[in-house]
């Protein structure tokens, strides 16, 4: 069974990047046609997909973050990081990790990440 656990400072200052790792155990993040994707759902909104990378490595990111957000993975530690840059209050979020073959078949527990100052 695959597991995800994100991984992440839950207080980030405003301007900073946010910065989380998902750690992946149970499957490989190189498994092929498998993809890993970040979402994230502020307090009393709907979930929000970040982006994804998939099993080759290549990262699509959503249109609206783009210009703020990177995603990379480790394979050595199986583990993919989201990064997220010059943050601001409006970041407040729970952050999820998720993958399997449509990207969202496993999920983390997820963490919360405050932007505050």
């Known amino acids: 069974q695959v597991q995800l656990q994100e991984s992440g400072p839950g207080l980030v200052k405003p301007s900073q990047t946010l910065s989380l790792t998902c750690i992946v155990s149970g499957g490989s993040i190189t498994t092929n046609l498998y993809y890993w994707t970040w979402i994230r759902q502020p307090p009393g909104k709907g979930l929000e997909c970040i982006g994804y990378i998939e099993f080759t490595g290549i990262s699509y990111l959503s249109p609206s973050l783009k210009s703020r957000t990177s995603i990379s993975r480790d394979t050595s530690k199986n583990q993919f990081t989201l990064q997220l840059s010059s943050v601001t209050p409006e970041d407040t979020a729970v952050y999820y990790c998720?993958?399997?073959?449509?990207?969202?078949?496993?999920w983390g527990k997820g963490t919360l990440v405050t932007v505050s100052s």
């Open positions: 998720a993958g399997g073959e449509t990207g969202l078949d496993y």
